[in-house]
């Protein structure tokens, strides 16, 4: 098929809705300039949509009224701008000018001739070919959610950029899941184990394709997702997406999971979320806070050089008068934000051991995070005092 000789005709809803989901993985600063381009493909009355930064791909299927079959290539921003832009409703003309190397894209009384890529020098990742299993959409990306945040940087730990997938034991049998760290947050969401899943690599998978995954799940139905060593693949009705993995060996977390120690309290997550917040106002970059015991209540302290200090206290079930630990503020904040229930607790074995953070409600199974403590300045320890 030329890729100078494609003729169709799509409705503008159907292309516009294709070009939107491809858009996720569209080089956005192409270093090759075809990365920066859909690649399209008509034929047997439908058309294949394709993009792919080199690290990501998605493909999808439209129908078309195909008059000449072909593949082209053409600029995604481009092309999807003027396709939005069209009247609701209205039909799509695609056709390609041998002449001038150009693809005329029209609707109604608009015309635009597009530049085109070769579009054989555009890359195909391929599929992951390894184990496959359908996950509700809305368990994945409420995983996705719960831990993504924890996530390292690519230059600060680039084999720890990403969420690990992998099978573990909990409660006594197999389960699906999702953990992310950067040396000092650590998040994870164990999920029930698939239908149909006994074994598959664990694998890192990045964080834009954790982005994709969470924006291509459904809140209703089904995402299939194939896992293999190096690439991981989602299927969503007629839209395919496939990435690359992280390479590198992930954290060896559960050996360094710290076991409950009851010396833990358990608070109101939402009011300490809304003390936390109120600590914005004079947090000190880096200063952190001081969490100490109370009569029935967990007393947060902080300073800072020059606005002042602050206390809150919250409502807590402490079991050990001796619990309390100094934590960053920054850090602390967003792992309350991904528990949902009413309340949490907070574990620790000594005062310098990490903080472990569990929901106690149904609506945080399977959820818990952990914090590395901070020393505290002598200045945010005399506060509250």
């Not at 996705?144 to 996530?151: E, G």
């Not at 230059?155 to 950067?182: S, T």
């Not at 947050?185 to 899943?197: H, Y």
Request: charged share 20%.
């Amino acid at each position: 098929m030329s890729s100078l000789n494609m003729a169709l005709s799509v409705e503008r809803s159907a292309l516009d809705a294709a070009l939107k989901r491809v858009s996720d993985t569209l080089a956005k600063k192409p270093v090759i300039p075809v990365t920066g381009c859909v690649w399209m493909c008509a034929d047997n009355d439908e058309i294949v949509l394709r993009t792919t930064d080199l690290e990501r791909q998605t493909l999808t299927t439209i129908p078309a009224a195909i008059d000449r079959p072909g593949t082209i290539c053409l600029s995604g921003e481009a092309l999807r701008g003027i396709v939005s832009g069209f009247a609701a409703g209205a039909q799509v003309r695609l056709e390609a000018d041998a002449t001038s190397g150009r693809c005329v894209v029209a609707s109604g009384r608009s015309r635009y001739r597009l530049a085109t890529e070769p579009a054989d020098l555009h890359p195909d990742l391929g599929a992951a070919d390894g184990a496959s299993f359908d996950i509700p959409g809305r368990v994945l990306k409420n995983a996705i959610n719960r831990v993504s945040f924890a996530a390292a940087t690519m230059q600060d730990r680039p084999h720890l950029w990403g969420a690990h997938l992998h099978i573990v034991q909990h409660e006594r049998r197999p389960h699906l899941a999702l953990v992310a760290i950067d040396g000092i947050v650590f998040s994870r969401q164990i999920m029930d184990m698939p239908a149909g899943l006994t074994d598959m690599p664990g694998v890192t998978i990045p964080t834009e394709a954790l982005a994709t995954l969470a924006r291509m799940a459904p809140d209703d139905g089904d995402i299939r997702l194939t896992v293999s060593e190096n690439l991981i693949g989602a299927i969503v009705g007629e839209t395919r997406f496939v990435s690359k993995l992280v390479q590198g060996t992930f954290v060896d977390y559960q050996r360094l999971l710290p076991q409950l120690s009851g010396r833990s309290a358990t608070v109101d997550r939402g009011a300490m979320a809304a003390a936390l917040n109120r600590f914005g106002a004079i947090d000190e970059k880096g200063a952190g806070i001081s969490v100490q015991p109370g009569d029935n209540v967990l007393v947060l302290s902080g300073a800072h050089a020059s606005l002042g200090d602050a206390r809150e206290e919250v409502e807590a079930e402490i079991k050990q008068s001796d619990f309390g630990f100094g934590v960053s503020r920054a850090r602390l904040a967003p792992v309350l934000s991904k528990f949902a229930g009413e309340h949490v607790l907070f574990d620790q074995q000594d005062a310098g051991s990490p903080i472990r953070v569990l929901g106690v409600s149904d609506a945080d199974r399977g959820h818990d995070a952990l914090l590395m403590p901070m020393r505290i300045g002598v200045g945010n320890a005399a506060v509250g005092g």
